[in-house]
């Protein structure tokens, strides 16, 4: 009989596989329309080398771009403060016996409320659950990994933890998209837009020759006909979709806003507020892409802050210490 723990990593290797289906198509479409560029097009279909040669270099250029980001938003870790900054999130913890205490049978709701405030007294948290989220306090509480949530972060089903600053769980890369790899993932877009029109851009040239009846494409020639046809069409459609979710996601920026704070504004003492993260667009675009604009192209380490504690829209009117001396922990980044 099979042992109950190999049962469970063939499981686990069942599920990996199903998620990682859609990267693998992804990974399978810029394999072919790799072959169908470079073969079929720049070495079989231009013939003259002073195209052919700065066609091939943007390609890779951009390529090399487009699959360094995207590796990085398919492998950065999505619960992750940077390094340097992992005690923070152990704050958070409730420890196990405060968790038992907790969970003490029988459940009674006053006395979670009261253990999880006494708890949260003095974590530098200014977010608190929107109305009937949780049923027995208003501090948001993660009780599958048993930690007080952090400003911006929430529980992903799909990862099984509790994500920073998490903006939304992508199949096509299989992960969060959080503040550990926001930056990567909007790169990823932008290569990706990139490299759909430059192709469109230099094969529709030879798409309008195939309708042509007068040029001397020659019929017998018919297998790249269709590879250059399908190039066309894949990079103009894709083109399509890239653009309208690169441009959100630029809006989203531009706010300091994440997908799940537009369907839900963060609520904070004073009420929910859509705009309690928004600092200004130039700022709000340093603290994802950070200070040093020549490295905003590479998807490189970055970001500003720790993903745990962020400057609020009001922090910046001088005028307001009341929020700031209310909660002395809480030391937030400039941007
Ligand atoms: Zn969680
Ligand atoms: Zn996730």
Known sequence: ????????????????????????????????????????????????????????????????????????????????????????????????????????????LSRQSAILRDFAENLPIMTFTNTNEHFFSDIRFCDKCKIVKPDRSHHCSVCRKCV???????????NCVSYSNYKYFILFLAYGLLMCIFVAATTIEYVIKFWDITTDMRIQDGSYKIHIIFLFFIASMFSLSLFSLLAYHIYLVSKNRTTLESFRPPKFLEGSDKNGFNLGCCRNIREVFGKEVLLWPFPIDTRLGDGVIYPLASDLKSNDSVRQSSNKSRTPFTV
Not at 35 to 61: D, F, G, K, M
Not at 167 to 173: I, L, M
């Open 1 to 108: 009989m099979e042992a109950p723990s190999s049962k469970k990593l063939c499981c686990t290797v069942c599920v990996h596989t199903v998620k990682s289906i859609p990267v693998i198509f992804i990974l399978c479409i810029l394999a072919w329309s790799y072959y169908a560029y470079v073969y079929h097009l720049c070495l079989s279909r231009v013939t003259s080398v002073e195209l052919s040669v700065p066609y091939l270099l943007v390609y890779h250029i951009i390529l090399v771009l487009f699959l360094w980001s995207y590796f990085k938003t398919i492998f950065t870790e999505p619960s992750g403060a940077p390094p340097n900054c992992l005690f923070i999130l152990l704050q958070f913890r409730l420890p196990e016996e405060v968790f038992e205490e907790f969970n003490r049978n029988p459940i009674d």
């Open 164 to 174: 920073l600053k998490m903006d939304h769980h992508c199949p096509w890369v299989n």
